[in-house]
């Protein structure tokens, strides 16, 4: 069965998917805003910046113009930073937007709207079957076959299996799911305790600390996620807690680095621009803060990384409080 | 509130909690087979081959005489490996083995009865009311008063908050739970799937792999463990995939490194001859091939790893069977 897929991006996880579809049999087009870095793409078959070990298929076409990208394809798969989704969206046609398949394999909320990416698609496109694809997912590692399992999620059991029929190969094993609020959220909200993670390294603190802070911090996600939705199961899966253990033990992860730069001492500000790219978990730091009292959820560990970030709050002072506050049952 | 407690076993884990129960301002003996350490520890307050680190309080009392040390104690904490315990159990006179609390602290399955701790208890003492403690707890961290937070579980909720008021202090803190099977498995299994990570990091997979394994690896536990009369939350919490992420990313895992060994191509024998340790990790996961026939429980994993450590498999044909077995829901 061969797809016509137009990926949106062409950073590394765009990348990396390019080439597992194109190896899978599929016709891919990969849209990049800039015409340069589409003939150079083109030409060396290499993307220098963002994952230059891995050789780009011959057949793979780099196209600049968005509607030509998209207009004879099945299936959009959306790999642009959350932020740009709607923007992107919207410089598309309605025709080519109208009766796709569109997955989004971008992890974030969308700053102001507090929307996520299903909610941001529903509004600009038309007739279209959203499906999210998320898992523990290095495109580094995907780039050269390692082994690598994630969850496809969407409302529609038969789009949900035809993409994990699209999708899988002997190295990258695709599980489906129904689910899409779940996996959106761990998703976006994994990026808040990855930021903690980093903190917690950053100042001195254990592996038993890092342990306890991404268990009771999955904890918490599951609540909120529970009061905005999602099945609980989705957070012991793979786009849950899979997802955080990978990004908050690599050190690859900028969420987690960032954390690390303020545990030892920098501003929120000056960590970002040490890291020299978007930290996602600060804003969805903010988010959840914002999120969680509008539904009225307990979510302690977001409150404290809510203190440090904008309160600047003493780290060692706040993690005491954590641990001394209110004896527990281990419940939701 | 002041508890006599006895400790059996003065390992690391013992040494730790001796340490932590004591500051706690409780009278604290712990019980050592060997007379010589004894003398040893008590003169020098250091347990030099396990815990160097750390300086033991000068109230804690070592005793190698077992019914000298148990008969006075209301609390008596195991520490010993797994399958010591029934011997021990074995040595203390009937009349000091009725009407206490025992907490255990130790994870594994006894190997031929397949017994669980509390099982072995039930059957070695007198009315006395059982409780576990679990979770993500090396005790070189604890050792030094580094943040942790671990479980607490018994079926008399009474005696895990009496519980959790003894333990818990600024470092340490601890939730309760009445899921004892769920703890009690969740610690024992976790040592399968960090064999497995061991294997995987040996033979040079990614975080991607790893971090799918241990996702998966906990599925399968959890199915195991409803099936044995666990709690599913369980498997969610710090003594399941809490614990479970220190074991698997840690490089002072036992069960880990011999892993990383039978990965690079050394034989389980060799294995366990160059770590130098018990590796619960093997017999575990006997038990659970053992276990998964029995209760007729669908465990891909284990079956693999099984393969790996009975048959010689070859690691990489076994995860490529792996990823490319049937195409699944991400279900239990």
Wanted: charged content about 25%; some cysteine; hydrophobic content about 40%.
């Amino acid at each position: 069965m061969k797809s016509q897929i137009t990926i949106l991006g062409g950073g590394s996880w765009g990348t990396a998917l390019a080439k597992l579809l194109s190896e899978n049999g599929n016709d891919v087009t990969v849209w990049l805003r800039d015409e340069n870095q589409c003939r150079e793409l083109s030409e060396t078959r290499i993307n220098k910046k963002y994952l230059p070990e891995v050789k780009i298929p011959q057949d793979i076409v780099f196209v600049s113009d968005i509607n030509k990208a998209v207009e004879n394809s099945q299936i959009l798969l959306i790999v642009t930073p959350t932020q740009i989704v709607r923007g992107v969206l919207k410089q598309i046609k309605e025709e080519y937007k109208t009766n796709k398949i569109i997955v989004n394999a971008s992890k974030g909320i969308e700053v102001g709207t507090l929307n996520r990416v299903s909610e941001i698609v529903a509004q600009e496109t038309k007739n279209c079957t959203y499906a999210v694809i998320s898992g523990p997912s290095h495109a580094e590692e995907v780039g050269i076959n390692m082994p690598t399992a994630v969850t496809v999620a969407s409302s529609d059991r038969e789009v949900a299996e035809m993409l994990q029929d699209i999708f899988m190969s002997s190295y990258f094993r695709v599980y489906t799911n129904d689910d899409v609020i779940g996996v959106e959220l761990g998703g976006a909200l994994k990026n808040i305790i990855a930021l903690g993670a980093g903190i917690s390294d950053g100042v001195g603190y254990g592996d038993n600390a890092k342990a306890a802070l991404m268990n009771r911090g999955i904890v918490e996600i599951t609540r909120l996620g529970i009061a905005l939705g999602a099945d609980i199961h989705t957070f012991s899966g793979l786009s849950g807690i899979g997802d955080l253990i990978v990004t908050c033990t690599s050190l690859h992860s900028r969420n987690r680095n960032a954390g690390y730069l303020i545990g030892q001492g920098y501003s929120k500000e000056e960590a970002v621009k040490k890291v020299g790219m978007v930290v996602e978990g600060i804003s969805t730091t903010y988010a959840a803060y914002e999120l969680a009292r509008k539904m009225n959820i307990d979510m302690p560990i977001v409150d404290a990384m809510y203190d440090v970030l904008e309160n600047n709050a003493d780290v060692k002072e706040t993690v005491n409080k954590l641990m001394l506050r209110d004896k527990k049952e281990e419940k939701l």
